[in-house]
């Protein structure tokens, strides 16, 4: 058998690849296969003695310099780490990344970041920081991964100090968490609307007043006036009738809405199924969690490309603003944008590092060619050349924008309504099941003798409790300040903190 640092054990001990979670697969663990807890060996590299736990594979320095793996107290039962569950297969295994780290980050936070930072001249920032940053980062979590088998916190048993990294991934990963689960049960109330005769927000409502104009006709705005700007009825219906928006939370954020809060549960219903029995459940629901999103992107594509001004649309996207190249901000978003979409430095990725970054980045570039087709159709009918006028950033891209281009599809648009939000609640499933299933993995590190489903259902309620925030009139601005300061801002501190941890004390014990 082999070790980290070149210490080979021969021993009847082996290494078996096994995986504790949908979102940690992967991992190589020791398998007793004598009733001994521990035995001492000799390194081939050095002659320094080396414990052998049975259930850990990181190595460590004790106060005399030995190296050793740091949980000296497998034969204690209260510090036994939960068994982990096989995957069925490598193709279930890679299916399972794929549905984990191709998600919401894609599909609808790249195109609007790439909007609000130039098109174009984001997407060079994006690469470069990608196979820069991106990839190394993306690769030195999945060894960690493999070699500690241990979750986000327990990992860093090699430097106890900077556990903290770990315990701040885990905040990230319950606030991410929680705002994909909002973000799908928006997405589920406009996949049931999607089934109206009528699309419901294609048209004015009559305490709407005159400044609202129907979706489903073409229209320009003339004035430049702020009091004689018109809205469209996918805005308003968005603001009013979904979200119930309030213009300040001066007076308390309010109650949450009743029609949210059930396509809510649902949708936690859903990922808690999902997750019930481990890996024998997510790994197979793998399969299609991450075949059919690409499935409705290919059909969507096609419709995009094939609209009026979607060639204007897609060149927006993909021509580079030199001068935005010189903004930091446009490099801060690019490298914000790599971590929220990768997944990394939130603690639950041990994967492929080649296959999944590159799909990825591909997936990435898909979903930003049509969502600008559409956009650029959507210009295109409203009468104007500014593509950047007619969009509305944040969720309002995915529930405003997409909507209202949807409503003017003179063919079925009621088909195209519902394609695109089941593609974005089946992407939000695997995005939140992988992200669920890391905050299992270090429940059940610390509460080893917990069963399994107890731990899905405490996990599904309590995120369930704290989305029905988000669903109030005032939760909106709650979302927006979690989505930067706990999103995305804290992925690049983490990100620093743990390289310092690996690189630096990490590095400088075994150089020592």
Known sequence: MEFGQGAYVNSSYTISRTASTASIPGEYRLREE??????????????????????????????NGNK??????????????????????????????????????NVWRFPFT??????????????????????????????????????CVKVYDFSPIMRGVGY????????????????MALTLRYFIDSFHPLLPWSYCRQEWGELCIDSELNHKQ????????????????FINIILREKSSIDDGIGYPNWTLALTLALSWLIISLIMIKGVRSSGKASYF?????????????????????????VLYFLRPQWNKLLDPKVWYAAVTQVF????????????????????????????GIIIFGILGNLAYESKTSDIKSVVKGGPGLAFISYPDAIAKFTFLPQIFSVLFFLMLFVLGIGSNVGMASCLMTVIKDRFIHTKHWIIVICIAVTCYCWGLVYITPGGQFILNLLDFYGASFVALVLAIFELLAVGWIYGKCLKN
């Open 34 to 63: 004598e009733p001994e807890n521990v035995k001492k060996v000799n390194s081939l590299q050095n002659g320094d003695p080396i414990k052998i736990g049975i259930w850990s594979s990181t190595p460590s320095l004790d106060q």
């Open 222 to 237: 003339e004035s430049t006036s702020s009091a004689d700007v018109k809205t469209t009825s996918a805005e308003f219906y």
């Open 340 to 367: 929220f979409s990768l997944a990394i430095c939130f603690g639950n990725i041990i994967i492929d590092c080649t296959i999944i970054t590159t799909l990825d980045t591909f997936t990435s570039l898909l979903s």
């Open 68 to 105: 050793y793996l740091p949980n000296d107290l497998a034969s204690s039962s209260d510090h036994k780490p939960p068994k982990r569950d096989n995957w069925t297969n490598d193709i279930e295994f890679l299916m399972s990344c794929i549905a984990l780290s191709v998600g919401l980050g």
């Open 114 to 151: 790439a909007l609000d930072n130039g098109g174009g001249a984001f997407v060079i920032p994006y690469l470069i920081v990608l196979f820069l940053v991106g990839k190394p980062v993306y690769y030195m979590e999945m060894l960690l991964g493999q070699f500690s088998s241990r979750g």
């Open 168 to 183: 701040g991934q885990v905040l990230a990963t319950g606030i991410v968490t929680t705002y994909y689960a909002t973000l």
């Open 289 to 313: 969690l991450a075949v059919f999103p690409y499935c409705i992107m290919l059909v969507l594509l096609v419709r995009s490309l094939t609209l009026p001004g979607a060639f204007d649309g």
